[in-house]
């Protein structure tokens, strides 16, 4: 009946037209960079879970990010690989402690970078577990106030955001109130909301040696299965005082972030994981995809979804294509 007088490809008829009619477009500051920081001076070494990624010690840390910001990148996340762990996860609210010295010297040295810190306790806890255990599982209400401590020391170091990870129940209500209370109210929290119990995790637990030594993080994490109950988790971390939400995974989640999107419309943000990059990586290197023009593709699909902001390791890459680098 429409046809012939629609014709869907007539608006496909040149690179121009198309152009012209796009809906979603990538841009460098979509994108937030993960970076891992280790001790040690002078280090810069590939990640084999990621290839292409990085292990820095802080001052090839501090040159990496003048280069990532000179793409257009607006921020970069940091996690880190502390000298010792115990426990308690000690290293992780020390105002001494790796992600803290860090931020720091980019603060001391990089203009016009926004710097978040993942909040959790996974990679300084001897354990790996994202908190505090008492008989065999992580005690939810023990940790909240390391993860507050843990935020304080973030935010005292200069970090511009604080973004948890642990998925502990009232934890950003916890770190709201210590924030708060310690002057720093202005600093907003981006709260991984809906964080799956996903394999996708697996390159980055080896990047940042935070595999759990027992058991798994189901107790904690989401079930894969579960999409309202994303939304009762994104809804309780907005009353709590979240000021962004993360859904993670992303691609095999693209519609958790719809929904969130739809649902709540407040700035969102998607994190494209370890398993995700090193999959599209994998392909590319045999040959079997064109990587380039597959990771766009996802990164695209991602935002179309609904994300604001895109956490990827792909950001210096994308940034650059972006730019005709
Ligand atoms: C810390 C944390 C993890 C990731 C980000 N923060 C690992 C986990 O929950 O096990 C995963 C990121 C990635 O896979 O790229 N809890």
């Known amino acids: 009946m429409y046809f012939p007088n629609t ?40 990640i084999s879970s990621l290839p292409g990624t990085y292990h820095f010690s802080v001052d090839q ?34 105002d001494q402690g790796i ?30 577990h994202c908190g505090v255990i008492k008989d065999g599982d992580v005690d939810n209400d023990a940790t909240l106030e390391l993860l507050a401590e843990q935020s304080l020391s973030h935010a005292r170091a200069g970090a511009d955001i604080v973004a948890p990870s642990d998925m502990m ?23 991984y909301a809906a964080k799956y119990a996903s394999a996708f995790y697996g390159p980055f637990r080896e990047a940042a040696d935070s595999t759990p030594q027992f058991g798994d993080r189901k107790s904690y994490q989401m079930d894969p299965a579960n999409g309202d109950e ?8 907005l009353a709590e005082g979240a000021d962004m939400v ?8 693209l519609d958790i972030i719809y929904r969130v999107k739809a649902e709540f419309g407040v700035p969102l943000a998607a994190y494209n994981v370890s398993g995700e990059y090193a999959m599209i990586q994998a392909a590319a290197e045999n040959g079997w995809v064109d990587g380039e023009k597959v990771m766009m593709e996802a990164l695209l699909s991602i935002k179309r979804a609904g994300a604001d902001v ?16």
């Open 169 to 191: 129940d009232g934890r950003v209500a916890a770190i709201r109130e210590k924030l708060d209370q310690n002057g720093h109210q202005d600093i907003p929290i981006l709260s």
């Open 61 to 94: 840390l501090v040159a990496e990010v003048k280069q990532v910001q000179a793409l257009g990148i607006l921020g970069v996340i940091l996690f880190g690989l502390p000298e010792s762990k115990d426990e308690l996860g000690s290293q992780g609210y020390d």
């Open 310 to 325: 895109i956490l990827t390791y792909f950001a210096p890459k994308a940034a650059a294509t972006l730019q005709g680098l």
């Open 7 to 46: 014709r869907m490809r007539r608006l496909r008829k040149n690179g121009l037209i198309r152009e012209m009619v796009r809906e979603t477009r990538l841009s460098p500051s979509d994108f937030i960079y993960p970076m891992f920081v280790c001790p040690g001076d002078g280090i810069r070494e590939e």
């Open 99 to 128: 992600v803290q010295r860090a931020i720091r010297a980019i603060k001391d040295e990089v203009r016009d970078i926004l710097v978040l810190t993942d909040v959790c306790l996974c990679e300084y806890t001897s354990h790996g």
């Open 246 to 253: 993360m859904v993670k995974p992303a691609l095999p989640y």
């Open 230 to 237: 994303a939304l009762r988790e994104v809804e309780q971390d």
